[in-house]
C-alpha cells in the first residue's frame, strides 16, 4: 500500500507557473490520496494563480487510460504551462511521459505501507523514497530509472546512451537530460549543494 | 604533498595507475613503480576495487606507496561503502599522511567477481566530494563537529570526453566542480579532436584536466573497448595501424607510439597526463620520451 502525502504549501505555489492544469488521481484503492487536504490546497492555489482545470480522475498509472480520460481536456491542457499532479509517484511518471515538453511537477511525496500493494504500471516504477525528486528531474524517476539510482547526475557508465549495468536499459540520466533540455529546465541540474539522500525517512525495499 | 600544489605551479602534471593485488603480495607493484615510475610520474593512483573485482585495499596500498616515497593518490568509489565508512575512510587517509584523493562513483557490483553483492551507492561522486569538503570545513556531512585541525586533501574527480552524450558529463563535470573538485583525470582518450572540442567547453570552469590514456594492447582489446567501455573508442584508422605489423603491435611499439602521438597531439590543451596502462607499467618512461616529457626533477 501506499501513501501520497502533500508536499507543502510553500513548495507547490513555487512550482505553480503561468496556466496551470491540476490532475488528480482518485480510486486506486492500494494508494492512500489526501483527498480533503488536496481540495483545500487547490481551492488556494486557484484563487493565487491561474488555474485553467482541475481534472479528477483514477488510474493515470495506465498510459492508455490516462490518454483516454484527458481525452477531452486536451484543449485546455495544450494550452497550459505546467501540470501540477496530486497522485502517487508511478502517476506522476506516466503522466511526465505523456507530455514531454510540458513542465509536469509533482505535489505529493510517495510513502510505502507494508502490505499488499496493487497495480503499477508496466513501464515506470516508484521508488517511495519519501523525498520525490521527479520536479527537478522532468518527471523521471533518478531513483527507479538509474540503476545506481544516482540523484547528481550521470555516472560514466552509459554507452550509447545504454546503462552499464543492462545494455537494454536506457540510461536514467540520458532520459533525464534530454527531458529537461526539450523542457527548457537545464538549469535543474545547477544547483549549489549537491543532493544527498535521506535513507532515514526511506521505506525503500 | 598535495598535486594540486603542482598545477598551481605550472606544472604539466604527470600521474599513473596502479592496481592493487588480488591478495598481499605487493613487492612486484613496489618494485615496478620504483624502476619505471618513480622519476617519470608525479604520482600514483591507487584503484579501489577496480572493474568491481575484489583486492586488497586502496587505503593500505597507497599507505605502502607513501612509506616507499612515493606519492599515493587515494581513489574512493560509492560502491562498497555508505556515508559513514567513506567519510571514516577519508578520515583514516588524513591520519596516515595521504592528502590527495580521487573520488568516485565506481562501476556497477555486476560487472565484477562478486555480482551477488549488495551495491550500496548511498552517496555519488559529486556528494562524496561534498562530504569531503564538510570535513574540510571541520564537519562532517550531518553536521557534526570533527575535532582538531581539519584535514586538507587535493579532491579529484574523473570525466569523460569522448563520451557519446558529452553534454551530459559536461553537465555533470560542472556539478563536481560546483561541489569543490580541484583537478580532472579523464577517460583513456583515442580521438584527439574530441578531446580538444571538449576542453574548449571545459576551460569556462577553470579546473586542471589531465588526459587520460589508456595503452592500446591489440586488436581485441579496442575492439572489446569499443563494444564495452564507456567513452572510450578507438577509431578504425587506429586499429588499422595495430593491425598493420602484428609483430610492432604484439611487442607493443605500436601502443607506445600511438600513446606519445596522443600525448604530443593533446599537450597544449591539457595541464597533465594519467596513463592507465593496465599492467605495461614499464613502457611507460618509453611513452614519456618519446612524447617528448623529461624525468622529472626531485
Redesign the interface.
Known amino acids: 500500500m501506499l501513501i501520497t502525502q502533500l508536499k507543502s504549501k510553500e513548495t507547490i505555489e513555487s512550482l505553480a507557473e503561468g496556466k496551470i492544469v491540476i490532475i488528480n488521481c482518485h480510486g486506486c484503492k492500494e494508494v492512500y490520496f489526501a483527498e480533503h487536504q488536496a481540495d483545500e490546497l487547490q481551492k488556494e492555489l486557484s484563487a493565487s494563480k491561474e488555474v485553467t482545470k482541475i481534472i479528477t480522475t483514477d488510474y493515470i498509472c495506465n498510459p492508455d487510460n490516462l490518454k483516454l480520460q484527458l481525452k477531452k481536456h486536451m484543449d485546455v491542457i495544450n494550452a497550459a504551462d505546467t501540470i501540477l499532479v496530486f497522485s502517487c509517484g508511478v502517476g506522476i511518471q506516466t503522466v511526465a511521459d505523456q507530455f514531454q515538453e510540458k513542465r509536469v511537477y509533482s505535489c505529493c511525496d510517495t510513502y510505502q505501507l507494508p502490505g499488499f500493494q496493487g497495480v503499477t504500471a508496466l513501464n515506470v516504477d516508484c521508488g517511495q523514497c519519501g523525498e520525490c525528486y521527479l520536479n527537478g528531474t522532468g518527471g523521471i524517476c533518478p531513483i527507479t530509472a538509474c540503476s545506481k539510482s544516482l540523484i547528481n547526475g550521470q555516472c560514466g557508465g552509459a554507452k550509447e546512451g545504454k546503462c552499464e549495468v543492462d545494455k537494454d536499459m536506457e540510461c536514467g540520466w540520458e532520459r533525464i537530460y534530454r527531458k529537461l533540455e526539450k523542457m527548457n529546465k537545464l538549469d535543474n541540474m545547477k544547483y549549489d549543494v549537491p543532493k544527498v539522500r535521506n535513507f532515514g525517512i526511506s521505506k525503500e525495499k | 604533498m598535495r598535486i594540486t600544489e603542482l598545477f598551481e605551479k605550472g606544472e604539466f602534471v604527470l600521474t599513473a595507475e596502479v592496481g592493487p593485488p588480488k591478495g598481499v603480495e605487493i613487492d612486484h607493484l613496489i618494485k615496478d613503480a620504483h624502476e619505471f615510475l618513480k622519476t617519470r610520474v608525479h604520482a600514483l593512483n591507487v584503484t579501489d576495487n577496480q572493474s568491481s573485482v575484489m583486492r586488497t585495499g586502496s587505503l593500505a596500498t597507497c599507505k605502502v606507496l607513501k612509506d616507499e616515497g612515493l606519492l599515493p593518490i587515494f581513489q574512493i568509489t560509492c560502491r562498497d561503502r555508505n556515508?559513514i565508512a567513506l567519510q571514516s575512510d577519508v578520515l583514516s587517509a588524513a591520519l596516515l599522511g595521504i592528502e590527495n584523493l580521487l573520488l568516485l562513483?565506481g562501476?556497477?557490483t555486476?560487472?565484477g567477481d562478486h555480482p551477488q553483492a549488495k551495491?550500496v551507492?548511498?552517496?555519488?561522486?559529486?556528494?562524496l566530494?561534498?562530504a569531503v569538503k564538510c570535513l574540510e570545513g571541520g564537519f562532517d556531512?550531518a553536521g557534526n563537529a570533527v575535532d582538531g585541525k581539519p584535514p586538507k586533501f587535493a579532491k579529484g574527480a574523473?570525466?569523460?570526453p569522448c563520451?557519446?552524450?558529452v553534454?551530459?558529463?559536461l553537465?555533470?563535470m560542472?556539478?563536481k566542480v560546483?561541489?569543490g573538485c580541484e583537478y580532472f583525470q579523464t577517460?583513456g582518450v583515442f580521438e584527439p579532436d574530441k578531446f580538444m572540442e571538449f576542453m574548449e567547453k571545459a576551460k569556462q570552469f577553470g579546473v586542471p584536466v589531465q588526459l587520460g590514456l589508456i595503452i592500446p594492447k591489440n586488436v581485441g582489446m579496442c575492439r572489446y573497448m569499443n563494444a564495452?567501455?564507456?567513452?572510450v573508442h578507438v577509431p578504425d584508422d587506429m586499429i588499422k595501424e595495430l593491425q598493420a605489423d602484428k609483430e610492432r603491435t604484439k611487442s607493443g611499439d605500436v601502443g607506445v607510439e600511438i600513446c606519445a602521438r596522443l600525448i604530443r597531439e593533446c599537450k597544449d590543451y591539457a595541464q597533465g597526463v594519467h596513463i592507465m596502462s593496465l599492467g605495461w607499467e614499464n613502457r611507460i618512461p618509453e611513452i614519456l620520451d618519446m612524447a617528448g616529457i623529461a624525468p622529472i626533477a626531485k
Do not use: C, M
Not at chain 2, 121 to 126: P, Q
Not at chain 2, 228 to 231: D, I, L
Open positions: 556515508r562513483t562501476d556497477y555486476t560487472l551495491p551507492f548511498d552517496l555519488d561522486s559529486v556528494s566530494i561534498h556531512l574523473v570525466v569523460s563520451s557519446d552524450s553534454d551530459v558529463q553537465a555533470k560542472e556539478a560546483k561541489a577517460q564495452n567501455v564507456a567513452g
